[in-house]
């Protein structure tokens, strides 16, 4: 068994709550159905085949390993042609649905996970049922349960976390807080080892001219991400996830959702974040990071290659520090968007020989070579001594073991990403009290609730 050892066993306070979360609906079309004794994993008897592909791994180190993933795909079988259509994370959530509702679909597309995307194309009968090809390929040793769990769906889309498998991810991710080692050289502080210590230094940097948080959120998503930070701070961790999985007399409404809503606004007011911020593209935000300004961004992983082409090992991360020294740093994070084959591909055997082939333990190494976070362990590759990757690495084996990882918030309700981005833009534009923030996401959690 090549099971990862770095695995999500770590999400197990996941994995304990997704069967308990459901969303209305009915299924109109299921995908067909296929035995394991029907799949085919010779591809050089496809024929001539071209693969169209979707993705959003548009940025430098994601771009740079699927690009040689699907190189050495082709090579392998010079009968396969594929075809990449590569788009941004929020033009591929805004197109993908209508992409799979027309005659000739994607075969392969990545989808998020969670109602609003892999739930309502599951629903719609829009994925196929990976279960025959995990058999096959067996993904059930390559991955832990936990992780397979966050790919899956009850065939009717209701249920999230059980059923059959629609999905397979090749990364893992972490919402932290990258940093400038220089700057805080010069700033005459260390890397913070609590939330106290991380605050007082926004504070030191912004009284030395510098912007504490370089934060871009046009593109709405960042500000779920710091919220979801901020969240973990005033919230147990526990409450969080139940709520994430609206578990029975859950309630967003919560004086620690207000706080975190409170804190926000606060470091806006302060000037701790950029001016302008609902104004500041997210890859914008990340340019100006890596030239110099500021002193700590605060995201996801995904961004390490990106920003270490420039600042190199000037680059530091790491996980939010807790609250106390010594206590779990417990966060948003978990594992990249999955790769999913469309129930109208003509060419499913060979979409699926094209997702084990881009997820295997030597796509891990291509991975980590690119300055990416493997969902499994690489085959070979290790990431290099003294970067801000091997923080990150060692972050990921931590955060695993002490159960630590806290899914993403827009899983919460179908609607919820998009209600939630809205209504933290308001708060960011103090257009919009803490109070009335949070309350204008509970009324779509209510909703939810009482439509289950």
Request: aromatic residues 10%.
């Amino acid at each position: 068994m090549n099971r990862n050892v770095l695995a999500v066993a770590g999400i197990a306070t996941v994995a304990m709550t997704l069967a308990a979360a459901c969303a209305p609906g009915s299924n109109s079309e299921q995908p067909s159905k296929k035995p394991t004794s029907a799949v085919s994993t010779d591809v050089a008897k496809a024929g001539k085949v071209t693969l169209n592909v979707w993705d959003q791994e548009v940025r430098g180190g994601q771009h740079e390993a699927v690009e040689q993933l699907n190189k050495e795909f082709q090579e392998k079988y010079p009968n396969v042609t594929i075809k990449r259509t590569s788009k941004s994370f929020e033009d591929l959530k805004t197109t993908l649905k209508l992409a799979l509702n027309g005659e000739n679909p994607p075969d392969v597309v990545q989808a998020n996970q969670g109602y609003p995307d892999m739930g309502a194309f599951v629903e719609a009968g829009m994925l196929t049922s990976l279960k025959p090809y995990a058999d096959v390929y067996k993904w059930n040793d390559r991955y832990s349960k936990t992780l397979l769990n966050l790919n899956s769906f009850t065939d009717d889309g209701k249920t999230f976390g059980q059923g059959n498998l629609y999905g397979v991810s090749q990364t893992g991710e972490i919402v932290g807080i990258f940093y400038s080692k220089k700057k805080l050289a010069k700033l005459g502080v260390s890397e913070p080892k609590t939330w106290g210590e991380f605050t007082k230094q926004l504070g030191t940097a912004k009284s030395k001219g510098e912007t504490p948080i370089v934060f871009g959120n046009k593109d709405q998503f960042p500000a779920i991400h710091t919220f979801g930070v901020l969240q973990n701070r005033n919230n147990p961790q526990q409450e969080i996830v139940d709520t994430i999985f609206s578990r029975d007399g859950k309630t967003w409404d919560t004086p620690g959702n207000e706080k975190a809503a409170a804190t926000l606004q606060d470091w806006v007011k302060k000037g701790y974040v950029s001016k302008g911020a609902n104004g500041l593209g997210y890859d914008q935000a990340g340019a100006d990071f890596a030239k110099g300004e500021g002193v700590f961004l605060m995201t996801g992983t995904w961004l390490y290659a990106d920003l270490a082409k420039t600042m190199k090992k000037d680059l530091g991360f790491i996980a939010p520090p807790p609250v106390k020294a010594g206590e779990p740093a417990y966060t948003t994070g978990g594992q990249g968007l999955s790769w999913s084959v469309t129930s109208k591909s003509k060419n499913q055997d060979v979409a699926a020989a094209y997702l084990d082939f881009i997820t295997n333990p030597h796509a891990a190494d291509v991975i980590t070579e690119s300055g990416g976070l493997p969902a499994i362990a690489p085959e070979s590759a290790k990431p290099e001594a003294g970067t801000a990757l091997e923080q990150i690495f060692a972050d990921w084996k931590t955060l695993n073991e002490t159960d630590s990882l806290v899914p993403y918030l827009d899983y919460t309700t179908p609607d919820f990403y998009d209600t939630l981005s809205v209504q933290l833009q308001r708060l960011i534009g103090e257009k919009a009290t803490p109070k009335q923030c949070v309350a204008a996401v509970q009324k779509d959690y209510a909703s939810f609730q009482e439509g289950k």
